[in-house]
Structures are given as C-alpha cells and as structure tokens.
C-alpha cells in the first residue's frame, strides 16, 4: 500500500515562490501517474498538475500552467510541486494522489487523502 505525505507549505507574499514536495513509502512510484490536487476554502477539491510513471510527461491545469513545474525524483520516490509567481488564488490545502487519468487532462484521484500541505498566499 502506497502511502503519501505532503509538505512545503507555508504563507508567502503574491508574486513568490514554494516548492512541495510528495514522498511515498511502500511501494515506489515509478509505475505510476501522480497528481497534485488542492482545496480551496469554500471549494471543491480541484486537480492542478500530474506526471505520468511511462514517460514522464506532465499535464497542468490553464489556471497554473507557465507557473507551476511538476516533476519527480523516483530515486527519492519523491514528486514535486515548484510553484512561482504565486496569486491569491492558489491559496489552498494541496495534496497529492495516485492519478487513474493518467495525467489526460482528467483527474482521477485513487485511495485515501492525507492532511496535505497549506499554502497560503497573502500580503
């Protein structure tokens, strides 16, 4: 059973920059497609990025695209989440999650959510 945590969060002033970071632990994540989702307060749950585990492509919703980098370390079967010129917008808790989409352009989030990371971003 794979299980993931997220950190990095933290408060940041609009136009700066946080990187998250997803670590697995009990299976390695080389085979499979990671997304990066987030809830915002009074929001559903919304995805905002993905890797594939084949060929490392990636996918990104329009709202972060050119702003957010998605990318994985599968020797530290880690998956990052590189945010820059961040708005208010992308104030919200973020997790990651096993992709059943396979990084399509639909979210599929499989098993259970964790506490996720809280990024919050205010001047």
């Known amino acids: 059973q794979v299980q993931l945590v997220e950190s990095g969060g933290g408060l940041v002033q609009p136009g700066g920059s946080l990187t998250l970071s997803c670590a697995a632990s009990g299976r390695t994540l080389d085979n499979y497609a990671i997304g990066w989702f987030r809830q915002a307060p009074g929001k559903e749950r919304e995805g905002v990025s993905c890797i594939s585990g084949t060929d490392g492509s990636t996918y990104y919703e329009d709202s972060v695209k050119g702003r957010f980098t998605i990318s994985r370390d599968n020797a530290k079967n880690t998956v990052y989440l590189q945010m820059k010129s961040l708005k208010f917008e992308d104030t919200a808790v973020y997790y990651c999650?096993?992709?059943?989409?396979?990084?399509?352009?639909?979210?599929?989030?499989?098993?259970?959510w964790g506490q996720g990371t809280q990024v919050t971003v205010s001047s």
């Open positions: 999650a096993l992709d059943l989409g396979f990084c399509s352009g639909t979210f599929l989030p499989f098993g259970g």
